[in-house]
């Protein structure tokens, strides 16, 4: 059966209908027009795209795909001293040798020993925003890239950037922001032109050297003292994997980087359009302050509890139904492990296809005529336990679905609930949701001002 897709030009195929910085909810669109499996073509090469419930029943068969590592993974990867677990094959001893040693890291149990980092650098957001002068804007995204970015690298090193106390980027976190842009350069160049870029190659070794030499300058530190620690760091340095082998020091500092790139860059976004959606739907926000009030009580100096955290469903009915309509990892990427047959249509073994979630989750049939209006309604209790097992996939999926998953949903439901327990969020009326893509999608030019609530600041 051919698959069907947008009709391309010669030569560059589908390329123009991609714009940049507007590629995937492009695909998306298209995705939604052409139906759950597509076909584009770019440059000269077919690309697949699935976004149908049955195409991700299939692909989510751990027996017959595993995960693609797709091109600007490949960038990321390629420039590490190993590939970390977010970059590796699935087959490469050194990603389950990392994955056995850091999944107790991310337990529950484990999760919640990080509760008062997290709260820590939350706190340092809410002081931020009550000590604006009344009317100030708020740049979301901003501060939630702040707050995420801090929040990791404490949880995980106990290291302090101390975003929150300064007026540029830490060092680290520009070659951090070198090497992620020059990964989406790398997208639509072709090799040699990426080759010929002696400058912007220079700028990203020099990034990648200091991100690198920060990190083992951490591991060493650690290493001198006489506690190793219990955090992210802690378990690497002294965690064994099944066959009772330490991860080489290479790998751990990867491993640090990984951390901190995948454990910031998505959860940020979504705080920042879950705080897009309250500033936008009053109801939305008084139920969820309603809720706070009545897990957490009008009393902001007294910090929130584990048990509070879980018990504020409706907090995260807000989250998952920002996930759903932007999931901030909108695609992962599949291959069959052998030739197979994806919704009906044929593949051959290793052919990759996108599964985008994005398209997925606002498919009418899974989630209902209004499947592109944001309604938690969408995860009420009874709702949500009706959904097929593959309608939702924020996090991937298999044994390559996302490790931080608990953490980065601990630490949202933890910080979006001191927001509205302090403040009234008040949007801009002439905002129209506007989306940064890079390796992640988050708003753009989201300005809000923050009302503290009833004298509680
Ligand atoms: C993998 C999404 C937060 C660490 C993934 C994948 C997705 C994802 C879709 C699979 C990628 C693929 O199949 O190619 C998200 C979202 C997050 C989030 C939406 C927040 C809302 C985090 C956090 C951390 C983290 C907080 C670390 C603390 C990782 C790692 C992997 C991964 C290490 C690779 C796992 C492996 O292949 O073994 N994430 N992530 N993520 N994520 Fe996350």
Known sequence: ????????????????????????????DLALRYGPMMQINVLGGDRYVASGLEMF????????FAKFVARPQHVLGSALPTRGLFTSESGDPLWKSAHEVLLPAFSMRSIRGYTPLMIDIADQLMLKWERLNPGELVDVTADMTRLTLDTIALC?????????YRDSRHPFVEAMMVMLAEGQARLRLPDPVVKARRRALRRFDASVELMT???????????GSDDPGDDLLGRMLAGVDKDGKRLPDRDIVSQCITFLIAGHETTSGLL????????????????AQAEVDEVLGTDPTVPPTDAQLGRLTYISQILEETLRLWPTAPAFFRRPLEDTTVGGYEFTAGTPIMALSMALHRQKDIWGADAEEFD???????????????????????????IGRQFALQEAVLVLAMVVQRFDLIGDPGY????????????????ITVRPRDGRT
């Open 1 to 28: 059966r051919p698959i069907p897709g947008p009709p391309g030009r010669p030569f560059v195929g589908n390329l123009l209908d991609l714009p940049r910085g507007r590629m995937i909810r492009t695909m998306a």
């Open 57 to 64: 029943d299939d692909l989510c068969d751990e027996s017959r």
């Open 156 to 164: 995980g090193f106990g290291y302090r950037f101390n975003s929150f």
């Open 213 to 223: 030499t920060t990190v083992q300058g951490i591991i060493d530190e650690r290493r």
């Open 272 to 287: 920042a359009f879950a705080v897009h959606y309250l500033s936008r739907h009053p109801e939305v926000a008084r139920r």
């Open 376 to 402: 938690p309604e969408h995860f009420a209790a009874e709702r949500r336990d009706g959904l097929p097992p593959n309608a939702f996939k924020p996090f991937g999926t298999g044994a390559r679905a996302c």
């Open 432 to 447: 129209e949701l506007d989306v940064r893509e890079s390796i992640t999608i988050k708003p753009q030019g989201l300005m």
